[in-house]
Every structure is written in structure tokens, then in C-alpha cells.
């Protein structure tokens, strides 16, 4: 479920070509994850991998999206693993 309040907005510029960017303007919301499928359309073009939200800030580029994540703090699962947790992912292509 992804939440109704936003946790930050931030820009940057979205480099498209030699000499071309687009500056853009992000909303960062918090989702909940209960399931991952393993099919999904950028499977071929992304590697999908999980970190806390102080990792994610340290492999993140943009320097608004690092202090989004230093300042999320997801919410737990209650205490013997029931129930779903939140955390922040970051989308990684290929290296």
C-alpha cells in the first residue's frame, strides 16, 4: 500500500542525451510491501535488491533522495515476525 502523505520531494536533472537534460521534480512516497513477483516489465534492465534506508541513502546519486532516505524510518513488524514490513528499496540497472 503506498501512503497518502509524501516523506520528501527533491530535484534533479534528468540527463537525456550530449547537451540535453530535463530538470525534474520528485514526490518520494512510503509503500508497504507484501509481495514481490519475479516477473516485471524492467526485469531484463534492472537488478532488484533490498537495502535498509541508511544503505540506500550511501548508493544513492542524487543528493535530495539521500537525505529522504537518512530521514524515513520505516515501521516494524510487530514482534515475532508477523504481519508485513516497510523498508526503502532503490532500483540499481546492471553494472
Do not use: H
Not at 12 to 31: N, R, S
Request: aromatic share 8%.
Amino acid at each position: 500500500m503506498v501512503a497518502s502523505l509524501p516523506i520528501g520531494v527533491f530535484t534533479y536533472d534528468k540527463i537525456m542525451g550530449p547537451g540535453q537534460a530535463i530538470p525534474c521534480t520528485v514526490t518520494v512516497y512510503p509503500l508497504e510491501v507484501t509481495r514481490l513477483r519475479d516477473r516485471f516489465p524492467e526485469r531484463s534492465q534492472r537488478q532488484r535488491k533490498w537495502f535498509t534506508p541508511e544503505r540506500a541513502a550511501a548508493k544513492v546519486a542524487e543528493p535530495g533522495l539521500c537525505d529522504i532516505l537518512k530521514a524515513f524510518s520505516a515501521p516494524q513488524p510487530p514482534p515475532g515476525g508477523q504481519g508485513s514490513a516497510a523498508g526503502a528499496a532503490v532500483k540499481t540497472a546492471p553494472s
